[in-house]
Protein backbone atom coordinates (compact mmCIF):
# COMPACT_ATOMS: atom_id res chain seq x y z
CA UNK A 1 0.00 0.00 0.00
CA UNK A 2 2.66 2.72 -1.37
CA UNK A 3 5.04 3.59 1.34
CA UNK A 4 7.69 2.00 -1.06
CA UNK A 5 10.37 3.17 1.03
CA UNK A 6 9.73 2.47 4.52
CA UNK A 7 8.57 -1.02 3.25
CA UNK A 8 11.78 -1.57 1.27
CA UNK A 9 13.97 -0.67 3.98
CA UNK A 10 12.57 -2.55 6.56
CA UNK A 11 12.92 -5.96 3.66
CA UNK A 12 16.52 -4.82 3.55
CA UNK A 13 16.84 -4.91 6.86
CA UNK A 14 15.20 -8.32 7.47
CA UNK A 15 17.04 -9.90 4.32
CA UNK A 16 20.58 -8.57 5.67
CA UNK A 17 20.18 -9.39 9.26
CA UNK A 18 20.05 -6.11 10.51
CA UNK A 19 16.74 -5.22 12.68
CA UNK A 20 17.32 -3.31 15.16
CA UNK A 21 15.69 -3.05 18.61
CA UNK A 22 13.93 0.26 18.34
CA UNK A 23 12.37 1.99 15.64
CA UNK A 24 10.28 4.97 14.86
CA UNK A 25 7.88 5.07 12.56
CA UNK A 26 6.19 9.09 12.39
CA UNK A 27 4.26 11.36 10.19
CA UNK A 28 0.89 12.05 9.51
CA UNK A 29 -2.11 10.43 11.46
CA UNK A 30 -3.77 7.54 9.15
CA UNK A 31 -0.52 7.39 6.24
CA UNK A 32 -0.62 3.59 6.97
CA UNK A 33 1.91 3.20 9.98
CA UNK A 34 0.53 0.89 12.06
CA UNK A 35 -0.73 -1.00 9.01
CA UNK A 36 2.88 -1.30 7.99
CA UNK A 37 4.38 -2.15 11.62
CA UNK A 38 2.05 -5.30 11.42
CA UNK A 39 3.40 -6.15 8.10
CA UNK A 40 6.73 -6.23 9.70
CA UNK A 41 5.53 -7.95 12.83
CA UNK A 42 4.03 -10.59 10.18
CA UNK A 43 7.33 -10.46 8.16
CA UNK A 44 9.37 -10.54 11.26
CA UNK A 45 7.79 -13.88 12.18
CA UNK A 46 6.62 -15.75 9.40
CA UNK A 47 7.26 -19.64 9.16
CA UNK A 48 7.32 -19.50 5.29
CA UNK A 49 10.72 -19.36 2.89
CA UNK A 50 9.46 -15.54 1.99
CA UNK A 51 10.50 -14.50 5.17
CA UNK A 52 13.85 -14.41 3.99
CA UNK A 53 13.57 -12.35 1.48
CA UNK A 54 11.63 -9.59 3.92
CA UNK A 55 8.03 -10.45 3.04
CA UNK A 56 5.04 -12.19 4.73
CA UNK A 57 3.34 -14.52 2.93
CA UNK A 58 -0.12 -14.28 4.81
CA UNK A 59 -0.73 -17.64 4.61
CA UNK A 60 0.51 -19.21 7.25
CA UNK A 61 -0.62 -19.87 11.19
CA UNK A 62 1.74 -16.99 12.86
CA UNK A 63 0.62 -14.30 9.72
CA UNK A 64 -2.89 -15.06 10.40
CA UNK A 65 -2.49 -14.94 14.31
CA UNK A 66 -1.14 -11.48 13.78
CA UNK A 67 -3.93 -10.91 11.25
CA UNK A 68 -6.29 -11.43 13.58
CA UNK A 69 -4.89 -10.00 16.42
CA UNK A 70 -3.84 -12.95 17.93
CA UNK A 71 -0.91 -13.58 18.57
CA UNK A 72 1.05 -13.73 21.76
CA UNK A 73 4.28 -12.34 20.51
CA UNK A 74 3.18 -8.96 18.75
CA UNK A 75 1.53 -6.53 21.39
CA UNK A 76 0.00 -3.61 20.27
CA UNK A 77 -0.20 -0.72 23.23
CA UNK A 78 -3.20 2.01 22.45
CA UNK A 79 -3.53 4.89 24.31
CA UNK A 80 -5.93 4.36 27.32
CA UNK A 81 -8.01 7.88 27.04
CA UNK A 82 -5.49 10.60 26.32
CA UNK A 83 -2.73 9.24 26.63
CA UNK A 84 -0.27 5.93 26.91
CA UNK A 85 -0.33 5.42 30.22
CA UNK A 86 2.49 4.54 32.66
CA UNK A 87 1.33 0.64 33.62
CA UNK A 88 0.73 -0.42 30.53
CA UNK A 89 4.18 0.68 30.27
CA UNK A 90 5.23 -1.13 33.25
CA UNK A 91 2.89 -4.10 31.87
CA UNK A 92 4.64 -4.36 28.78
CA UNK A 93 8.01 -4.88 30.11
CA UNK A 94 6.67 -7.63 32.21
CA UNK A 95 6.15 -9.32 29.38
CA UNK A 96 9.61 -8.05 27.52
CA UNK A 97 11.29 -9.96 30.80
CA UNK A 98 10.31 -13.62 28.90
CA UNK A 99 11.52 -14.85 25.51
CA UNK A 100 9.22 -15.03 22.40
CA UNK A 101 6.43 -17.83 23.46
CA UNK A 102 6.13 -19.33 20.12
CA UNK A 103 7.72 -16.31 17.45
CA UNK A 104 11.13 -15.52 16.37
CA UNK A 105 10.32 -12.00 17.14
CA UNK A 106 8.40 -10.31 19.82
CA UNK A 107 7.15 -7.32 18.39
CA UNK A 108 5.98 -4.46 20.41
CA UNK A 109 3.77 -1.60 18.81
CA UNK A 110 3.70 1.61 20.85
CA UNK A 111 0.57 3.35 18.85
CA UNK A 112 0.55 7.21 20.05
CA UNK A 113 3.86 6.94 21.29
CA UNK A 114 3.80 10.89 20.82
CA UNK A 115 1.20 10.98 23.70
CA UNK A 116 2.48 9.55 26.78
CA UNK A 117 1.62 10.51 29.75
CA UNK A 118 4.52 12.10 31.68
CA UNK A 119 7.59 10.06 33.30
CA UNK A 120 6.60 7.42 30.45
CA UNK A 121 9.48 8.48 28.21
CA UNK A 122 12.35 7.76 31.49
CA UNK A 123 10.10 4.12 31.92
CA UNK A 124 10.43 3.34 28.52
CA UNK A 125 13.90 4.65 28.12
CA UNK A 126 15.24 1.67 30.21
CA UNK A 127 13.90 -0.76 27.89
CA UNK A 128 15.00 0.97 24.72
CA UNK A 129 18.50 1.07 26.39
CA UNK A 130 19.06 -2.47 27.18
CA UNK A 131 16.18 -4.45 24.84
CA UNK A 132 15.59 -7.59 25.77
CA UNK A 133 16.85 -10.47 23.05
CA UNK A 134 14.66 -11.25 19.86
CA UNK A 135 12.57 -7.70 20.64
CA UNK A 136 11.51 -4.84 18.69
CA UNK A 137 9.90 -2.05 19.33
CA UNK A 138 8.23 0.07 17.31
CA UNK A 139 6.90 3.31 18.25
CA UNK A 140 3.92 5.00 15.96
CA UNK A 141 4.27 9.22 16.20
CA UNK A 142 2.41 12.09 13.98
CA UNK A 143 4.67 14.45 14.91
CA UNK A 144 8.37 13.11 16.06
CA UNK A 145 8.50 16.83 17.41
CA UNK A 146 6.68 15.55 20.61
CA UNK A 147 9.28 13.09 21.36
CA UNK A 148 11.71 13.20 24.06
CA UNK A 149 15.82 13.67 22.05
CA UNK A 150 16.85 10.69 24.46
CA UNK A 151 13.98 8.27 22.96
CA UNK A 152 14.56 9.22 19.52
CA UNK A 153 18.28 9.23 19.60
CA UNK A 154 17.44 4.95 20.65
CA UNK A 155 15.71 4.45 17.49
CA UNK A 156 15.83 4.67 13.62
CA UNK A 157 13.44 6.91 12.64
CA UNK A 158 11.40 6.11 9.49
CA UNK A 159 9.59 8.53 8.24
CA UNK A 160 6.04 7.90 6.31
CA UNK A 161 4.80 10.62 3.41
CA UNK A 162 1.75 11.51 2.42
CA UNK A 163 0.52 9.16 0.30
CA UNK A 164 -0.58 9.83 -3.68
CA UNK A 165 -4.19 10.54 -4.40
CA UNK A 166 -4.48 8.03 -6.75
CA UNK A 167 -3.18 5.51 -4.51
CA UNK A 168 -5.47 6.47 -2.03
CA UNK A 169 -8.62 5.91 -3.98
CA UNK A 170 -6.96 2.40 -4.98
CA UNK A 171 -7.24 1.18 -1.97
CA UNK A 172 -10.57 2.40 -0.39
CA UNK A 173 -11.76 0.97 -3.17
CA UNK A 174 -10.16 -2.65 -2.68
CA UNK A 175 -9.98 -2.35 0.65
CA UNK A 176 -13.25 -0.92 1.41
CA UNK A 177 -15.55 -1.94 -1.33
CA UNK A 178 -16.04 1.92 -1.84
CA UNK A 179 -17.39 3.09 -5.50
CA UNK A 180 -14.86 4.64 -7.78
CA UNK A 181 -16.60 8.29 -7.49
CA UNK A 182 -16.57 8.08 -3.69
CA UNK A 183 -12.95 7.08 -3.42
CA UNK A 184 -11.75 9.55 -5.96
CA UNK A 185 -13.69 12.41 -3.62
CA UNK A 186 -12.97 11.17 -0.38
CA UNK A 187 -8.92 10.67 -1.87
CA UNK A 188 -8.86 13.91 -2.75
CA UNK A 189 -10.04 15.63 1.01
CA UNK A 190 -7.41 13.02 2.27
CA UNK A 191 -4.72 14.59 2.57
CA UNK A 192 -2.86 11.69 1.59
CA UNK A 193 -4.05 9.47 4.47
CA UNK A 194 -6.58 6.41 4.40
CA UNK A 195 -7.23 6.48 7.64
CA UNK A 196 -8.61 10.17 7.65
CA UNK A 197 -10.45 9.24 3.68
CA UNK A 198 -12.76 6.90 6.23
CA UNK A 199 -12.58 9.06 8.78
CA UNK A 200 -14.70 11.70 6.61
CA UNK A 201 -16.56 9.27 4.89
CA UNK A 202 -19.87 9.55 6.64
CA UNK A 203 -19.50 13.73 7.48
CA UNK A 204 -18.95 14.11 3.71
CA UNK A 205 -21.97 11.78 2.82
CA UNK A 206 -23.85 13.97 5.05
CA UNK A 207 -22.72 17.63 3.45
CA UNK A 208 -25.20 17.92 0.13
CA UNK A 209 -23.11 19.00 -2.32
CA UNK A 210 -24.95 19.74 -5.10
CA UNK A 211 -26.95 22.26 -3.29
CA UNK A 212 -23.71 23.36 -1.80
CA UNK A 213 -22.91 24.36 -5.53
CA UNK A 214 -25.70 25.63 -6.48
CA UNK A 215 -26.32 27.71 -3.73
CA UNK A 216 -23.93 29.18 -2.73
CA UNK A 217 -19.96 28.35 -4.29
CA UNK A 218 -21.34 28.71 -7.89
CA UNK A 219 -23.71 31.91 -7.27
CA UNK A 220 -22.58 34.44 -9.28
CA UNK A 221 -24.58 37.30 -7.43
CA UNK A 222 -24.36 37.14 -3.62
CA UNK A 223 -26.75 39.26 -1.61
CA UNK A 224 -26.45 40.31 1.75
CA UNK A 225 -29.00 38.43 2.94
CA UNK A 226 -28.21 35.42 1.49
CA UNK A 227 -24.49 35.97 3.09
CA UNK A 228 -26.08 36.69 6.50
CA UNK A 229 -28.38 33.62 6.33
CA UNK A 230 -25.42 31.23 4.48
CA UNK A 231 -23.14 32.34 7.61
CA UNK A 232 -25.73 31.40 10.00
CA UNK A 233 -26.29 28.04 8.57
CA UNK A 234 -22.92 26.60 8.48
CA UNK A 235 -21.65 24.76 11.78
CA UNK A 236 -19.96 26.80 14.12
CA UNK A 237 -17.47 23.88 15.11
CA UNK A 238 -14.62 24.45 13.65
CA UNK A 239 -13.49 21.16 12.29
CA UNK A 240 -16.96 20.25 10.54
CA UNK A 241 -17.12 24.01 8.71
CA UNK A 242 -13.42 23.28 7.48
CA UNK A 243 -14.40 20.37 6.26
CA UNK A 244 -17.45 21.97 4.51
CA UNK A 245 -15.17 24.80 3.08
CA UNK A 246 -12.53 22.60 1.67
CA UNK A 247 -15.32 21.01 0.03
CA UNK A 248 -16.47 24.05 -1.26
CA UNK A 249 -12.65 24.80 -2.33
CA UNK A 250 -12.60 21.22 -4.29
CA UNK A 251 -16.16 22.09 -6.32
CA UNK A 252 -14.32 25.72 -6.96
CA UNK A 253 -11.46 23.37 -8.64
CA UNK A 254 -13.76 21.25 -10.41
CA UNK A 255 -15.42 24.22 -12.31
CA UNK A 256 -11.52 25.74 -12.97
CA UNK A 257 -10.95 22.83 -14.60
CA UNK A 258 -14.02 22.28 -16.98
CA UNK A 259 -13.38 25.87 -17.67
CA UNK A 260 -9.93 24.94 -18.87
CA UNK A 261 -9.88 22.23 -20.06
CA UNK A 262 -12.33 20.37 -22.09
CA UNK A 263 -14.54 17.32 -21.57
CA UNK A 264 -13.89 14.16 -19.96
CA UNK A 265 -11.64 15.95 -17.10
CA UNK A 266 -10.71 14.14 -14.33
CA UNK A 267 -12.97 16.18 -11.86
CA UNK A 268 -13.36 15.38 -7.92
CA UNK A 269 -16.91 15.78 -8.10
CA UNK A 270 -17.48 13.32 -11.00
CA UNK A 271 -20.81 12.39 -9.98
CA UNK A 272 -21.68 16.40 -10.23
CA UNK A 273 -20.34 16.71 -13.81
CA UNK A 274 -23.59 17.79 -15.69
CA UNK A 275 -24.17 20.58 -13.23
CA UNK A 276 -20.60 21.37 -13.04
CA UNK A 277 -20.68 21.83 -16.81
CA UNK A 278 -23.27 24.22 -17.08
CA UNK A 279 -22.38 26.64 -14.09
CA UNK A 280 -18.78 26.70 -15.61
CA UNK A 281 -20.48 28.43 -18.59
CA UNK A 282 -21.61 31.69 -16.73
CA UNK A 283 -18.05 31.81 -15.31
CA UNK A 284 -14.79 33.66 -15.93
CA UNK A 285 -11.26 31.94 -14.93
CA UNK A 286 -10.33 34.94 -13.15
CA UNK A 287 -13.20 35.15 -10.78
CA UNK A 288 -13.28 31.46 -10.19
CA UNK A 289 -9.40 31.67 -9.49
CA UNK A 290 -10.11 34.46 -6.85
CA UNK A 291 -13.18 32.62 -5.16
CA UNK A 292 -10.76 30.01 -4.75
CA UNK A 293 -7.83 31.94 -3.36
CA UNK A 294 -10.42 33.66 -0.80
CA UNK A 295 -11.68 29.95 0.32
CA UNK A 296 -8.15 28.72 0.78
CA UNK A 297 -6.96 32.32 2.55
CA UNK A 298 -10.16 31.89 4.88
CA UNK A 299 -9.59 28.02 5.94
CA UNK A 300 -5.67 29.16 6.68
CA UNK A 301 -6.89 31.98 9.26
CA UNK A 302 -9.73 29.68 10.71
CA UNK A 303 -7.05 26.97 11.55
CA UNK A 304 -5.10 29.81 13.01
CA UNK A 305 -8.06 30.33 15.12
CA UNK A 306 -9.91 33.19 13.70
CA UNK A 307 -13.70 34.10 14.27
CA UNK A 308 -15.51 31.64 12.14
CA UNK A 309 -17.92 33.76 11.68
CA UNK A 310 -16.09 37.11 10.62
CA UNK A 311 -14.02 35.09 8.53
CA UNK A 312 -16.98 33.64 6.94
CA UNK A 313 -18.19 36.58 6.50
CA UNK A 314 -15.55 38.59 4.82
CA UNK A 315 -14.78 35.21 2.36
CA UNK A 316 -17.92 36.33 1.70
CA UNK A 317 -17.87 39.66 0.88
CA UNK A 318 -14.77 39.41 -1.29
CA UNK A 319 -16.87 36.80 -3.67
CA UNK A 320 -19.63 39.26 -3.59
CA UNK A 321 -17.35 41.52 -5.71
CA UNK A 322 -17.14 39.33 -8.66
ZN1 LIG B 1 3.52 -16.22 6.89
Redesign the pocket.
Known sequence: MGHVKPIALLQRAIKNEKVVNSYLFWGNEGTGKKYVALQFA?AL????T??DAGD?????T??KKIDHGRHPDVLVIEPEGQNIRVDQIRQLQRELAYRPYEGKHRVCILTAADRMAPHIPNTLLKTLEEPPLHTVIILLANNSRFILPTILSRCQPIRFHPLPIPLVSKWLMEGSGLDEAEAHLLASLSEGSPGKALEIQEEIRQIPREELLKEWVGLKVLSFEKIGSWVGSLPSEREGLLLILEVAKTLLRDLVMVKTLKRGTDLIHSDLVQVIEAMAANWSLTSLLKRMEAVHQTVIEIRANANTSLALEAMMLEWAEG
Open positions: KNCLEKSACDQCSC
